[in-house]
């Protein structure tokens, strides 16, 4: 062991990181979170139970289904790739190249976070009002979602010591070949998160395609809900949809292995030298410039153009301020708790993998992909049946917000605790700590650039939640994101606008809380 470079990166099985560390009390707070996050599953199986198996097998096994079935994969074949490419060819260009502007063209690679995908959509239907179908909805859905691989696949790179590609290249591979070889397996666990959290997203996703007329489980089912309330078809699409989401989870976890990713020793990884891109730095302004051009300027745009059109009567002080500070409100406190519920599974996926934990993680990661309004509809069964006085309370309405977005609060914490080696937990509790002081002042502290990210993570997702909002919520509550949909649905584009550029006013900030998380984790 003496001959290992004290820089080297180190993957071990997890066996190694286990031992010593008792595990009981984090996986019963992880089993709570997670019998909570089967509330709309046992929903789904109930209404199940009462309709009887002859017409559950009519209503999946139809046409309808199948249909619904072939647009939901075509979705995520074409947009998932599309995105990982996309990301990883930008994270590269910002972080390890010279292109001119690379600092500003990282900001603006993060910044679609900023725009909600509905008003993406918003934008693009009003710019082009013939758009619709799979390609329409391939083409908005990347550039909406990318950051969400953008900012994990960047971290990653910065923190990736330049001594494995040193060697890689000694061994006379070129340079094509190691990043291949020496860079991009280190980038497995960034791109698996980020590709499971744009994958859950596609499957649960309503306001962008219901507004470029591509029929999804998501649009169905809420069409179902609305054409008959606890409607049996739409139940079951639902139960279909869960099934999707096990398959991506099962894929995420087949591509992402079981190594853990972690720099230990002394010493620190010296910064990496920037690649001359010589005559290509010209064309490798084109992929950062177009990106922001349809990702940012058709959304700012299209705004504008509504906000001249519609003059200084279409802002209503009073009404935008209302909505504004209650989403403001809702979407910190759902962030917070939304963390706090999902670190001790984060912990456990990385200190103590296994056949429960993996279980338990699939739990938290489901319940991700369901559109709000079934997890709403099972809310609203329990608390009308069993717990009356918590119908259409903010309570509700935030347990309703940590399960819609655990996985998008796992995938932070899960990357940050992964490369807070287990070897400092161990030699906390060899000075006299307890293993759940241990856990807390060494791992994580060092998580809590990720937890920040996770917290912002999930208010972006609650400042554009819709469909939960609009049946959980306490009666006057009326958020950005209710306001500007029922303008929408009437076709008031014009109104609707000031509320579309307050969401983004409200998620900016959180975008660069985001960014520059990122880049604290790296030591910039």
């Known amino acids: 062991m003496s001959g290992i470079p004290a820089a080297a990166l180190r993957l071990t099985q997890p066996a190694a990181s286990r031992g010593r560390i008792p595990n009981a009390s984090v996986i019963a707070i992880a089993s709570l979170v997670s019998l909570l996050s089967l509330v709309p599953l046992g929903f789904i199986v109930w209404v199940t139970v009462r309709t009887g198996w002859e017409e559950v097998t009519a209503l999946v096994f139809r046409n309808r289904v199948g249909e619904l079935l072939i647009n939901t994969v075509l979705l995520e074949v074409c947009t998932l790739p599309l995105c990982i490419v996309v990301a990883v060819t930008l994270a590269w260009l910002t972080e390890r190249t010279d292109m001119f502007g690379a600092r500003i063209w990282s900001w603006l690679s993060a910044a679609p976070l900023a725009v909600p995908a509905f008003v993406h959509s918003y934008a693009w239907v009003s710019l082009v009002p013939s758009m619709h179908g799979l390609a329409s909805g391939v083409l908005v859905s990347v550039l909406a979602y990318y950051p969400f691989l953008y900012l994990p696949v960047a971290a990653a790179l910065r923190r990736l010591d330049p001594a494995i590609e040193d060697a890689a290249a000694s061994l006379g591979l070129g340079p094509w070949r190691v990043f291949y070889r020496a860079v991009l397996p280190q980038l497995r666990l960034a791109i698996c998160g980020g590709s499971l959290l744009i994958g859950l997203h596609l499957l649960a996703e309503y306001g962008l395609f219901i507004m470029i007329r591509f029929d999804t489980f998501a649009t169905a089912i809420v069409d179902q809900f609305q054409s008959a309330y606890n409607s049996p078809a739409a139940n079951m699409l639902g139960g279909v949809l869960v099934l999707c989401c096990l398959l991506l989870l099962g894929l995420d976890a087949l591509i992402r292995g079981t190594e853990r990713y972690a720099r230990v020793g002394s010493g620190a990884a010296r910064p990496a030298d920037r690649r001359r891109l010589g005559w290509m730095a010209l064309p490798c302004l084109l992929l950062p410039a177009i990106a922001a051009a349809l990702s940012l300027g058709v959304p700012f745009v299209t705004l504008a153009q509504w906000l001249v059109i519609g003059g200084t009567g279409i802002w209503r002080i009073d009404l935008l301020g209302s909505s504004l500070a209650q989403t403001i409100l809702l979407a910190v406190a759902g962030g917070i708790l939304a963390t706090i519920a999902a670190a001790p599974m984060a912990w456990l996926s990385v200190r103590a993998p296994g056949k429960l934990q993996r279980l338990l993680e699939a739990c938290h990661y489901y319940v991700g992909s369901l559109p709000g309004v079934v997890v709403a509809l099972a809310l609203v069964s329990i608390t009308v049946r069993l717990v009356l006085p918590l119908y259409q309370t903010f309570a509700t309405l935030l347990v309703a917000y940590v399960l819609l977005f ?3 609060a796992m995938i932070g914490l899960r990357a940050s605790i992964a490369q807070a080696p287990v070897e400092l937990e161990r030699a906390a509790m060899a000075l006299g700590r307890t ?26 997702g609650i400042t554009n939640e819709l469909t939960a909002t609009l049946m959980l919520s306490p009666n006057g509550t009326v958020t950005l994101a209710t306001k500007f949909w029922s303008l929408t649905s009437e076709i008031d584009y014009v109104s609707a606008a000031p509320y579309a550029l307050m969401m983004v006013v409200l998620s ?7 960014h520059m998380q990122s880049k604290r984790t790296a030591g910039q």
Not at 508 to 514: A, D
């Open 508 to 514: 900016l900030p959180l975008t660069i809380l985001l």
């Open 406 to 408: 655990l996985p998008r």
């Open 435 to 460: 293993p759940g002081q241990a856990v807390r002042q060494i791992t994580m502290r060092l998580a809590a650039p990720g937890a920040a990210a996770s917290v912002a993570l999930v208010a972006l």
